[in-house]
């Protein structure tokens, strides 16, 4: 059942331009020129519910004015977009009441609180009974294992524990619809990596849908089974994520280490990628050249002391389809 | 240009880029300005109509209102906004990696805001205020010129000082706020400024026996003393005498603020995260 | 939980983040109270210098000052988190998160901050009501005091309205919000004296542009019993501090805009 609809959105804004220096200066001070940015162009998608969908895409592509527009708070220049039923920006009251957002490096608890009188105002805000948030929060307190930094004001966690709780409370109020605003940024391994089977295991048991941007591609292998992918305010992909890493970078990686000098080494069938040293990573086509022919050819005119196979980097694979479809960083 | 002047030069130049882009802001304050002195001018032609016979006549203290405004820039209202800043997210401490004096840094810091702030404000405030009120007929309500060649002179002496006692000040507050941890420690500043300069009313309206203590503590330097130069009311010797208070204090606040911020920079420490 | 609980549940909120630092907090209450009783107090030294302004003395003027202080002051400490609005909102693009909330957004301003150390100005106010009311030979009824209350009212209205205004400002500009410094710390230099002493044109434009004559001037007039000055009738004076209420309709259609164009444009 489709509960996230979007049509044709377009955004665009006008900026002022100043000229540098002093004098650029001074002449701002009696004329201001504008020029028009579009955010978004004409992006179309819709999800259903407990779908977890990755949005990836360079810096200023449009990520977050997407986000801000599903959420309510911005509203675009035309298109349409529904969320259960309700248009965000027409209905901000109702709608927000039924979602969760979280923005990275960003709090919505109150800095000199205690986590634990932060989500008690929340439970005020959000209108949520007694009885119904003790079980919620009790539920999410353990899952995100957050009980000991309740006392605590915010200002004294890290930002890996800000994090969970900064989840928690975006989760009080049982809300159908979890956007997640890069949130893994600036966090570290473990954190990371708890946040995301906590959103993993969210999205699996209790069906929550669940929109998350991010440049971590990490965070899309882990947990997207589908893309979107925005480039200079355009949707220039949606898919899963294993359909796309074919299409743009099909070929694997062969990585060797040899026994001697290996910096004239060249091997029929496979391109030499990067040297270090006697290691020398090959990349070639699975389909013309299947890995075992090349490891055998390899192996037959050098002494050798490890090989191994791998897919290339998730990044690579990103920035090649940035660069194939021209989108830039703006 | 001297090597050694170069870091304070460039804060100055760097203030006045900063002024100047915020249009809208400088135009505001400008507003605000000419209508807290229109006021205050009304409210003082309504009062000397009843009792003419005061220490400084009307001409005098409509001229004391509009140097008022014209001048607010240069008063100390709080800690430097960049050091409350650094104090309250624990980077406070590097202010001592740069490679100048500190208190040295922070008074140029001081002086550059109080200038960059003044410059822009006092000149249309004089424009209005001096040429155009009494171009529309409002010559009684203007901003006059001083006295005399003397007063001008000396005036110009006193309002210099007055930039570096203010500095100092600052100076203070920031030490304040640095030894307290939080832009706070710097609220006693309006306490003591705003009545002690004159500038809710002008001293030398206040009753005779506070003369003396307000001729004599530290903030009398920022507003009464220099404006009564300017229209001659503190003339020849009380003049002089003036400017030595002025130099006094000047010289206090430099010297405590030497010394109790080497106290404190001791105990600064860096916040990491 | 409906929007009066949810506001008092954010005001003990506020009050214990601020009573961390009990010292930092008294102090801050004693200076607002030392710098206000000041001003109060120059008032005076100008009485004992100039004995009268154009027929009004030094009690009748402690009402009309007592009148505007408390009304501001009751206004700075309610919606305190409308004056923060431009620097703590919407130049940090906090704002957003206010709309990601099921509740007007104006309540949770108003939530945001509870300026407790008004509270010094709001009896220093209430002082100067107090010696203006001592002082003067005025007979003193139910009526009369009420009329004062009322006056009140209407100009914390009016006051809550300037600083919704200001805040709407901050959608357009974070920069100039000093502007707004002249409806308020302007409106009570302004409007302490009373407005006959002023020229036309600007007792005219505080009477209909910015009403302060009428939640000032007018009823404190008509309690005096001098009316007439004021150029009203009596019973007028009874009425005018509605005006601040439709001053302060006004803001909340002008804030409105604001939020729609907030939301056009983005943070």
Same mark, same amino acid.
């Given at each position: 059942?489709?509960?996230?609809?979007?049509?044709?959105?377009?955004?665009?804004?006008?900026?002022?331009?100043?000229?540098?220096?002093?004098?650029?200066?001074?002449?701002?001070?009696?004329?201001?020129?504008? !020029?028009?940015?579009?955010?978004?162009?004409?992006?179309?998608?819709?999800?259903?519910?407990?779908?977890?969908?990755?949005?990836?895409?360079?810096?200023?592509?449009?990520?977050?004015?997407?986000?801000?527009?599903?959420?309510?708070?911005?509203?675009?220049?035309?298109?349409?977009?529904?969320?259960?039923?309700?248009?965000?920006?027409?209905?901000?009251?109702?709608?927000?009441?039924? #979602?969760?957002?979280?923005?990275?490096?960003?709090?919505?608890?109150?800095?000199?609180?205690?986590?634990?009188?932060?989500?008690?105002?929340?439970?005020? #805000?959000?209108?949520?009974?007694?009885?119904?948030?003790?079980?919620?929060?009790? $539920?999410?307190?353990?899952?995100?294992?957050?009980?000991?930094?309740?006392?605590?004001?915010?200002?004294?966690?890290?930002?890996?524990?800000?994090?969970?709780?900064?989840?928690?409370?975006?989760?009080?109020?049982?809300?159908? #619809?979890?956007?997640?605003?890069?949130?893994?940024?600036?966090?570290?391994? #473990?954190?990371?990596?708890?946040?995301?089977?906590?959103?993993?295991?969210?999205? $699996?048991?209790?069906?929550?849908?669940?929109?998350?941007?991010?440049?971590?591609?990490?965070?899309?292998?882990?947990?997207? !089974?589908?893309?979107?992918?925005?480039?200079?305010?355009?949707?220039?992909?949606?898919?899963?994520?294993?359909?796309?890493?074919?299409?743009?970078?099909?070929?694997?990686?062969?990585?060797?280490?040899?026994?001697?000098?290996?910096?004239?080494?060249?091997?029929?069938?496979?391109?030499?990628?990067? !040297?270090?040293?006697?290691?020398?990573?090959?990349?070639?086509?699975?389909?013309?050249?299947?890995?075992?022919?090349?490891?055998? !050819?390899?192996?037959?005119?050098?002494?050798?002391?490890?090989?191994?196979?791998?897919?290339?980097?998730?990044?690579?694979?990103?920035?090649?389809?940035?660069?194939?479809?021209?989108?830039?960083?703006? | 240009?001297?090597?050694?002047?170069?870091?304070?030069?460039?804060?100055?130049?760097?203030?006045?880029?900063?002024?100047?882009?915020?249009?809208?802001?400088?135009?505001?304050?400008?507003?605000?300005?000419?209508?807290?002195?229109?006021?205050?001018?009304?409210?003082?032609?309504?009062?000397?109509?009843?009792?003419?016979?005061?220490?400084?006549?009307?001409?005098?203290?409509?001229?004391?209102?509009?140097?008022?405004?014209?001048?607010?820039?240069?008063?100390?209202?709080?800690?430097?906004?960049?050091?409350?800043?650094?104090?309250?997210?624990?980077?406070?401490?590097?202010?001592?990696?740069?490679?100048?004096?500190?208190?040295?840094?922070?008074?140029?810091?001081?002086?550059?805001?109080?200038?960059?702030?003044?410059?822009?404000?006092?000149?249309?405030?004089?424009?209005?205020?001096?040429?155009?009120?009494?171009?529309?007929?409002?010559?009684?309500?203007?901003?006059?010129?001083?006295?005399?060649?003397?007063?001008?002179?000396?005036?110009?002496?006193?309002?210099?000082?007055?930039?570096?006692?203010?500095?100092?000040?600052?100076?203070?507050?920031?030490?304040?706020?640095?030894?307290?941890?939080?832009?706070?420690?710097?609220?006693?500043?309006?306490?003591?400024?705003?009545?002690?300069?004159?500038?809710?009313?002008?001293?030398?309206?206040?009753?005779?026996?506070?003369?003396?203590?307000?001729?004599?503590?530290?903030?009398?330097?920022?507003?009464?003393?220099?404006?009564?130069?300017?229209?001659?009311?503190?003339?020849?010797?009380?003049?002089?005498?003036?400017?030595?208070?002025?130099?006094?204090?000047?010289?206090?606040?430099?010297?405590?603020?030497?010394?109790?911020?080497?106290?404190?920079?001791?105990?600064?420490?860096?916040?990491?995260? | 939980?409906?929007?009066?609980?949810?506001?008092?549940?954010?005001?003990?909120?506020?009050?214990?983040?601020?009573?961390?630092?009990?010292?930092?907090?008294?102090?801050?209450?004693?200076?607002?109270?030392?710098?206000?009783?000041?001003?109060?107090?120059?008032?005076?030294?100008?009485?004992?210098?100039?004995?009268?302004?154009?027929?009004?003395?030094?009690?009748?003027?402690?009402?009309?000052?007592?009148?505007?202080?408390?009304?501001?002051?009751?206004?700075?400490?309610?919606?305190?988190?409308?004056?923060?609005?431009?620097?703590?909102?919407?130049?940090?693009?906090?704002?957003?998160?206010?709309?990601?909330?099921?509740?007007?957004?104006?309540?949770?301003?108003?939530?945001?901050?509870?300026?407790?150390?008004?509270?010094?100005?709001?009896?220093?106010?209430?002082?100067?009501?107090?010696?203006?009311?001592?002082?003067?030979?005025?007979?003193?009824?139910?009526?009369?005091?009420?009329?004062? %209350?009322?006056?009140?009212?209407?100009?914390?209205?009016?006051?809550?309205?300037?600083?919704?205004?200001?805040?709407?400002?901050?959608?357009?500009t974070v920069e100039s919000l000093e502007i707004v410094n002249t409806l308020t710390y302007g409106g009570i230099e302004a409007a302490q004296y009373p407005l006959d002493i002023y020229a036309n044109w600007f007792r005219k434009f505080?009477?209909?542009?910015?009403?302060?004559?009428? %939640?000032?001037?007018?009823? %404190?007039?008509?309690?005096?019993?001098?009316?007439?000055?004021?150029?009203?009738?009596?019973?007028?004076?009874?009425?005018?501090?509605?005006?601040?209420?439709?001053?302060?309709?006004?803001?909340?259609?002008?804030?409105?805009?604001?939020?729609?164009?907030?939301?056009?444009?983005?943070?």
């Amino acid at each position: 059942m489709t509960q996230i609809s979007v049509e044709n959105l377009s955004k665009s804004y006008s900026v002022a331009v100043r000229d540098p220096g002093l004098a650029g200066a001074i002449r701002g001070l009696f004329q201001r020129r504008q !020029r028009q940015i579009a955010a978004l162009d004409d992006v179309s998608f819709s999800l259903e519910r407990g779908e977890l969908l990755g949005f990836i895409g360079p810096n200023g592509a449009g990520k977050s004015t997407t986000i801000k527009i599903l959420s309510g708070i911005l509203r675009p220049s035309s298109g349409s977009c529904h969320v259960d039923g309700l248009v965000p920006w027409e209905q901000r009251i109702t709608h927000v009441g039924r #979602i969760g957002v979280v923005f990275g490096q960003r709090t919505q608890l109150w800095w000199d609180l205690p986590v634990v009188e932060s989500f008690a105002l929340l439970r005020d #805000i959000y209108r949520v009974d007694q009885p119904r948030f003790a079980r919620t929060s009790e $539920r999410l307190i353990d899952m995100l294992k957050i009980a000991p930094l309740l006392d605590t004001p915010l200002r004294q966690l890290s930002l890996g524990q800000r994090m969970r709780c900064e989840i928690a409370a975006a989760l009080l109020h049982s809300p159908s #619809i979890l956007f997640l605003d890069e949130p893994t940024i600036g966090l570290d391994a #473990i954190s990371k990596l708890a946040l995301r089977e906590f959103v993993k295991d969210l999205n $699996r048991t209790d069906g929550v849908t669940v929109i998350l941007t991010t440049h971590d591609m990490h965070d899309i292998e882990a947990l997207a !089974r589908r893309v979107i992918i925005i480039g200079n305010g355009k949707l220039l992909r949606d898919s899963s994520f294993e359909s796309m890493r074919a299409e743009v970078l099909g070929e694997r990686r062969l990585i060797v280490d040899f026994a001697n000098d290996s910096s004239d080494v060249e091997i029929e069938g496979a391109d030499v990628r990067a !040297r270090d040293g006697r290691t020398v990573e090959f990349a070639f086509d699975p389909e013309r050249t299947p890995a075992h022919t090349l490891i055998a !050819r390899i192996a037959a005119s050098h002494e050798v002391v490890d090989i191994r196979v791998e897919d290339p980097k998730i990044e690579e694979v990103i920035a090649r389809f940035y660069t194939l479809h021209g989108a830039v960083e703006s | 240009m001297n090597a050694a002047a170069l870091p304070y030069l460039s804060i100055l130049r760097a203030r006045f880029a900063l002024m100047l882009q915020y249009r809208a802001a400088a135009f505001a304050g400008f507003a605000t300005q000419c209508w807290w002195g229109a006021i205050k001018v009304m409210v003082l032609a309504a009062f000397y109509a009843g009792s003419a016979h005061q220490p400084i006549n009307l001409a005098q203290a409509i001229t004391y209102t509009w140097l008022g405004q014209g001048l607010l820039g240069l008063l100390p209202w709080q800690a430097d906004a960049e050091i409350s800043a650094a104090v309250e997210t624990g980077n406070v401490a590097y202010e001592r990696l740069r490679p100048v004096d500190t208190h040295t840094f922070w008074l140029a810091r001081a002086i550059a805001a109080r200038a960059a702030n003044t410059g822009l404000r006092v000149l249309p405030m004089f424009a209005v205020a001096s040429i155009f009120l009494p171009m529309i007929g409002l010559e009684a309500w203007s901003w006059h010129l001083p006295s005399g060649p003397q007063a001008a002179f000396l005036f110009a002496i006193s309002i210099s000082l007055t930039v570096i006692l203010s500095s100092a000040f600052t100076v203070l507050l920031n030490i304040a706020v640095t030894a307290l941890k939080t832009r706070r420690a710097a609220n006693i500043a309006p306490v003591l400024v705003s009545p002690l300069s004159g500038m809710i009313v002008p001293l030398v309206l206040m009753p005779l026996w506070m003369q003396p203590f307000l001729f004599w503590q530290p903030f009398a330097g920022l507003v009464d003393i220099p404006y009564r130069i300017y229209f001659g009311n503190l003339a020849g010797s009380a003049a002089l005498e003036g400017i030595a208070a002025q130099c006094l204090w000047v010289v206090l606040f430099i010297v405590i603020g030497r010394a109790w911020m080497a106290r404190v920079m001791a105990r600064v420490d860096m916040q990491g995260s | 939980m409906n929007g009066l609980r949810l506001y008092l549940s954010f005001i003990r909120n506020c009050l214990r983040a601020q009573m961390l630092y009990p010292t930092a907090f008294l102090l801050r209450l004693v200076s607002q109270f030392v710098i206000t009783i000041t001003e109060f107090g120059g008032l005076y030294a100008l009485f004992l210098r100039f004995s009268h302004i154009r027929g009004w003395t030094f009690p009748e003027i402690a009402l009309f000052y007592g009148v505007v202080s408390v009304s501001f002051a009751l206004a700075d400490t309610t919606c305190r988190g409308f004056d923060m609005f431009g620097p703590q909102f919407v130049k940090t693009g906090d704002f957003d998160r206010v709309l990601l909330r099921p509740r007007p957004a104006t309540l949770q301003l108003m939530g945001f901050e509870f300026g407790f150390t008004s509270l010094g100005r709001v009896l220093q106010g209430l002082i100067a009501l107090a010696i203006g009311a001592w002082l003067l030979h005025v007979d003193w009824t139910v009526a009369k005091a009420l009329l004062l %209350v009322w006056a009140m009212a209407g100009g914390l209205a009016l006051f809550i309205a300037i600083l919704l205004l200001q805040a709407t400002l901050s959608f357009w500009t974070v920069e100039s919000l000093e502007i707004v410094n002249t409806l308020t710390y302007g409106g009570i230099e302004a409007a302490q004296y009373p407005l006959d002493i002023y020229a036309n044109w600007f007792r005219k434009f505080l009477t209909f542009v910015v009403p302060l004559a009428c %939640v000032v001037y007018f009823p %404190v007039a008509t309690v005096l019993g001098r009316s007439d000055a004021a150029g009203i009738a009596s019973w007028m004076g009874a009425l005018t501090p509605l005006a601040g209420f439709a001053f302060l309709f006004v803001a909340l259609g002008a804030w409105r805009i604001g939020v729609r164009h907030y939301t056009s444009t983005g943070s």
